[in-house]
C-alpha cells in the first residue's frame, strides 16, 4: 500500500499562447484543459494572459485611497439609480440567491472599460449606465481602463479555446459579447470584529456569476495597520464548489489570473460548463481587510442566453428553457440578488394597461 497522501485534484493552467500555437495539436491540448477546467471545477488558471500585475497593484493602491474616504463623498458616486451597476457600492448592500439573504461585508466599485453599446442606452438604462469617476484622479480612470481591457482581452482569447473545447466556431462568443456591458469590479473585503467572526460572518457568500465568464487578477490581503501581508491563516480566501460537490481552495500559481465560468456560459454550453458557486471566507482574525478586482464578460442584451444551436438536445433544453434575452436575465438577477428594487420587473411585458383604462373611465364618465 502506498503512503502516499492522495493528490489534490488538479485544477488546469491554460497558456493562451498555445491556443494560437501553429501546431494543431497544442492548441487542441489546451483546448482540452479548459474542458477539464471548466467542466469539473467551473474554474481554470490562465498563464501568459497579457495583464499587468505592477498596474493591478497601483490600481488596488489607488481603490483603497478612494474607501478611506468618508462615506458622504463616496456616496456621491454611486447608486440606486442605476441599481449600484456603476461607480461605488457600499458594503451590506449585495446578497447572494441560495445563502439565507445574508449580505456581503465588502465595498466595490464598478466600471465598464470598455465602449458599450450605446443603442442598449435606452433600452437598460441601469445596466448600461455611464462611468462615473472620482474628481481628480485621471490615474484612477486610466488605469482602471487599461486593467479592465486587458482582462477582457485575455477572457476573449479564452473564450476561442472554449469554443474549441466544444467543437464550436472559434468565434462563437466573440460576436455575442461585442458591445455588451462588461464591468471591471473592484472589491475591498471588510475588517471584521470579533463578533461577527463569532457569527460566522463571510466576505463574499457562496454563490455563481451570472455573467458569461469572470477574470481574477488576483488580489492581496492588509493586515490590521493596512500593510500588504500574506493570507493570515488557512481558512481565508476563495473557494469553489466542483460539479461533484466538493469544496476547493482556488488560488492561481505565481504569475497566473482565473477564469470562471458564469451562468451564461453554462446555460450556453448547455451544462457542459459548470457555473462555478464559490464563497468568499474572511480569516479567522480580526481587522484583516483584502482588496480584489473580478473583469465581468457579459453578453450582449440582445443575446439569448439558451443553449447555442450545436448543443441543443431534449435535454439540454429541457434543463435551460424558455430562452431569454440577456438583457432580461441581468434584470431579474439583479432584483434576485438585492441591488435593483423588484419593481423593476414590472417593465417585463406590457405596461400600457393604464391607457385602456382611462379611455373607459372617460366613456363612463361622458355617460
Ligand atoms: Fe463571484
Redesign the pocket.
Known amino acids: 500500500m502506498s503512503d502516499e497522501t492522495p493528490a489534490e485534484p488538479a485544477i488546469p493552467t491554460v497558456d493562451l499562447a498555445e491556443l494560437v500555437h501553429h501546431d494543431r495539436a497544442v492548441r487542441q491540448r489546451a483546448a482540452d484543459q479548459i474542458l477539464v477546467g471548466f467542466g469539473e471545477y467551473g474554474l481554470v488558471y490562465v498563464a501568459n494572459h497579457g495583464v499587468d500585475f505592477a498596474l493591478r497593484d497601483r490600481l488596488y493602491d489607488r481603490f483603497v485611497a478612494f474607501t478611506e474616504q468618508p462615506t458622504e463623498v463616496k456616496e456621491r458616486l454611486g447608486g440606486d439609480d442605476i441599481w449600484f451597476q456603476r461607480g461605488w457600492t457600499p458594503p451590506n448592500t449585495e446578497r447572494a440567491v441560495v445563502a439565507g439573504g445574508q449580505p456581503d461585508f465588502k465595498e466595490c466599485y464598478f466600471a465598464a472599460p470598455l465602449p458599450t453599446d450605446p443603442g442598449c442606452q435606452i433600452e437598460y438604462p441601469e445596466i448600461y449606465a455611464a462611468n462615473r469617476w472620482p474628481e481628480g484622479d485621471a490615474d484612477f480612470e486610466r488605469d482602471y481602463t487599461t486593467l479592465g481591457r486587458q482582462l477582457h482581452e485575455a477572457g476573449l482569447s479564452l473564450l476561442q479555446g472554449v469554443a474549441m473545447s466544444l467543437n464550436l466556431f472559434e468565434k462563437t462568443f466573440d460576436r455575442r459579447l461585442e458591445g455588451g456591458p462588461h464591468v471591471l469590479r473592484l472589491l475591498r473585503y471588510l475588517p471584521v470584529t470579533e463578533a461577527q467572526l463569532a457569527e460566522g460572518v463571510l466576505w ?1 457568500e457562496e ?3 451570472f455573467n458569461l465568464l ?1 477574470v481574477l487578477p488576483g488580489g492581496r490581503f492588509h493586515d490590521p495597520d493596512g500593510a500588504a501581508c500574506d493570507r493570515p491563516d488557512e481558512g481565508s480566501g476563495l473557494y469553489l464548489r466542483t460539479r461533484s460537490g466538493d469544496r476547493l481552495r482556488g488560488a492561481a500559481p505565481e504569475g497566473c489570473v482565473i477564469a ?1 465560468v458564469g451562468q451564461q456560459l453554462e446555460i450556453l454550453s448547455g451544462g457542459a460548463l459548470l457555473a462555478t458557486p ?1 464563497v468568499v471566507t474572511a480569516p479567522r482574525t480580526p481587522g484583516y481587510t483584502r482588496v480584489s478586482g ?1 473583469h465581468f464578460l457579459h453578453l450582449h442584451s440582445h443575446q439569448m442566453v439558451f443553449p447555442v444551436e450545436e448543443l441543443r438536445s431534449e435535454q439540454t433544453l429541457r434543463d435551460y428553457s424558455p430562452p431569454v434575452l440577456a438583457g432580461t436575465y441581468s434584470m431579474k438577477t439583479l432584483v434576485d440578488i438585492g441591488l435593483a428594487p423588484p419593481s423593476a420587473l414590472d417593465h417585463l411585458g406590457y405596461r400600457h394597461y393604464g391607457r385602456l383604462a382611462s379611455a373607459r373611465a372617460e366613456e363612463a364618465g361622458d355617460r
Open positions: 463574499g454563490h455563481t456569476d469572470t470562471q464559490h473580478a
